[in-house]
T-cell receptor, first 111, second 113 residues
Framework: EADIYQTPRYLVIGTGKKITLECSQTMGHDKMYWYQQDPGMELHLIHYSYGVNSTEKGDLSSESTVSRIRTEHFPLTLESARPSHTSQYLC??????????FGSGTRLTVV | GNSVTQMEGPVTLSEEAFLTINCTYT??????LFWYVQYPGEGLQLLLKATKADDKGSNKGFEATYRKETTSFHLEKGSVQVSDSAVYFCALKQTTNDYKLSFGAGTTVTVRA
């Protein structure tokens, strides 16, 4: 019943490759977020967007970039992946006075 | 600024035991409070929420009461099952002009048969 979708679920990629993690939601939410999380550990906000053409950096500095060209789509890009980028990346969106709805996450491993 | 402090884990329990995970917060005004659960290999799912003082959120046998006087939102379940093994996150959202949740560090709960 998830209304927010992340692809791929798992990705193993070599150092130096460019990757894009996809996040799409069908709920029409303006507000979307990317978190980085080592499995079962704290969540760190790396990017957020409050609408089309609006993006901001989060609390944790990240070498990734994001774009928001359409309301439903909020992809995250790493231009040159490194082993330090190995982590789980969670996408979320927010309705007006409710909390977040999260996607299932992308588990990224850079070798 | 806003902050959420959770009881440190990991917590290990036997089936049918009583579970409490403490959560206290620092915020101005009257934030909304949430508990999220993360099962292994998954994203976070909203477990329950409360939007004003003395509200009780409940779901799947879990309960938490919004206590303004003690700035707390402790999670409880009377009889846990193995399937409750997960990481639990407490979170808050300011009510106005702030659209980011502040999360606690998470508490890992393992329930043994």
């Amino acid at each position: 019943e998830a209304d927010i979708y992340q692809t791929p679920r798992y990705l193993v990629i070599g150092t130096g490759k460019k990757i894009t993690l996809e996040c799409s939601q069908t709920m029409g939410h303006d507000k979307m977020y990317w978190y980085q999380q080592d499995p079962g550990m704290e969540l760190h906000l790396i990017h957020y967007s409050y609408g089309v053409n609006s993006t901001e950096k989060g609390d944790l500095s990240s070498e990734s970039t994001v774009s928001r060209i359409r309301t439903e789509h909020f992809p995250l890009t790493l231009e040159s992946a490194r082993p330090s980028h190995t982590s789980q990346y969670l996408c979320a969106s927010m309705a007006a006075n409710y909390g977040y709805t999260f996607g299932s996450g992308t588990r990224l491993t850079v070798v | 600024g806003n902050s959420v402090t959770q009881m440190e884990g990991p917590v290990t329990l036997s089936e049918e035991a009583f579970l409490t995970i403490n959560c206290t917060y620092t915020a101005t005004g009257y934030p909304s409070l949430f508990w999220y659960v993360q099962y292994p290999g998954e994203g976070l799912q909203l477990l329950l929420k409360a939007t004003k003082a003395d509200d009780k959120g409940s779901n799947k046998g879990f309960e938490a009461t919004y206590r303004k006087e003690t700035t707390s939102f402790h999670l409880e379940k009377g009889s846990v099952q193995v399937s409750d093994s997960a990481v639990y996150f407490c979170a808050l959202k300011q009510t106005t002009n702030d659209y980011k949740l502040s999360f606690g560090a998470g508490t890992t709960v393992t329930v043994r048969a």
